[in-house]
């Protein structure tokens, strides 16, 4: 059985894990509590006929609800969530800048990338700054690789994630082998609620100045590739910042920071894998878990979770 737990936050800036009443909380016990969203996560792996990861946090409250929250799934491009973070904490140390100068050649150029390819073999490359926009808001693989590179290689971004508490995401290969997605492969994984806890790290802890948690969830906010998916099923009048991410084997993500008018954020991560359908059908169905939050938070503007 999948599993499907209660989270909270504690005082410290990380994400802790607990189950509320001790145990992990039964299907019938979800229902119950939030029918409109365990509905939609049980409907969508039953249409998918994949799995399904979810994680929730709701900032205000520290409370947030999982369904498979602790199994892993190909990150896919979020991973360049955790890649541009990792040149934002170098620039806070005075290690780089976001307005230095990277050339490369067209041989660097590896499948879509629309915006880098424009760039390959001019002298005057671009900037890092430029770069981590076209990873971030275009999910530009060349201009990943280009970060890769510049931190040091897939390890170095295993190893911010380990720096700043998270101890499950990995990376181990280059854009575009890390999407291969093959089941039970723990290769560039992470699970959701690490991603979570990584955007509430990122984005509203402490690891990076104030000025860089600016710039990431600018560049969020400025992502182009999302509309068919957390997006979409996101109020007009809410705020969203995302980062998507897809693959083989029926591989489709998204993660996310919303703004509800007037609220604190609430920070999402779904992932799906091994689905029997195409892209568009999972990202339906991602935009169909993400109406069912925004649905259950806008009816009672109380805690997700109750206590």
Known sequence: MPSSRRQFLGHSSVLVLAALSGAALSPLTLAAEHPGLAEAVRNG?????????????????????????????????????????AILKQVDDGRL???????????????????????????????????CHAAMTYSDNTAANLIISQLGGPQAVTDFARSIGDGVSRLDRWETALNTAIDNDPRDTTT???????????????VLSTASQQQLGQWLRDNTTGGSRIRKGIPETWQVG????????????????????????LLLSIYITQAKADWNACSAVIAGISAAIAAEYTASHKPLISA
Not at 54 to 61: A, E, K
Not at 69 to 84: N, P, Q
Not at 106 to 131: C, N, R, T
Request: aromatic share 6%; charged share 20%; hydrophobic share 35%.
């Open 97 to 131: 800048s976001l307005t230095q100068r990277l050339t490369f050649n067209q041989q660097d150029v590896v499948s879509y990338s629309p915006i880098s390819k424009a760039f390959a073999g001019k002298p005057e490359g671009m900037s890092l700054g430029e770069i």
């Open 242 to 265: 995302d980062k998507t991410g897809s693959g083989d084997n029926g591989t489709a993500n998204d993660v996310a920071i919303l703004w509800p008018p007037g609220q604190k954020p």
């Open 192 to 206: 959701p609620e690490a991603m979570t806890s990584n955007l509430q790290r990122l984005l509203l802890g402490d």
């Open 45 to 85: 792996e039953r249409k998918l006929q994949g799995k399904i990861g979810v994680s929730l946090l709701d900032t205000d409250t520290g409370m947030g609800w999982s369904h498979r929250g602790d199994e892993r799934f190909a990150m896919c491009s979020t991973f360049k969530v955790l890649a541009c973070s």
